[in-house]
């Protein structure tokens, strides 16, 4: 059964950072590519970042370039996404899920229908 567990959201000001985690089960971790996405009130759920499996490629959405990284550990089957600089428009719900891709590249549409409960992000001054 595919589980995917995040943490690491908070309340912060204009400016500030946080890193969001996320744990996962359920699926061969060697082979897949992992991502995050986001869903702000009133919108619809979107792709943030992705990483994948092997070498480590990534892809980030226009909005969040220069500002947040997504890295893996696949000794612990968890991917992380370090963000700074955050700004009010980040303020969602953030999710991970499994993406299009694989070993060696990523794209950032979910592949398959499994997400875990979600972190909220609240950027506030």
């Known amino acids: 059964q595919v589980q995917f567990v995040e943490s690491g959201g908070g309340l912060v000001q204009p400016g500030g950072s946080l890193r969001l985690s996320c744990s996962a089960s359920g699926f061969t971790w060697d082979y897949t590519a992992i991502g995050w996405f986001r869903q702000a009130p009133g919108k619809e759920r979107g792709g943030v970042s992705c990483i994948s499996s092997r070498d480590g490629s990534t892809v980030y959405a226009d909005s969040v370039k220069g500002r947040f990284t997504i890295s893996r550990d696949n000794a612990k089957n968890t991917v992380y996404l370090q963000m700074n600089n955050l700004k009010p428009e980040d303020t969602a719900v953030y999710y991970c899920?499994?993406?299009?891709?694989?070993?060696?590249?990523?794209?950032?549409?979910?592949?398959?229908?499994?997400w875990g409960q979600g972190t909220q992000v609240t950027i506030s001054p």
């Open positions: 899920a499994t993406t299009l891709g694989g070993s060696y590249s990523c794209d950032l549409r979910v592949n398959g229908d499994y």
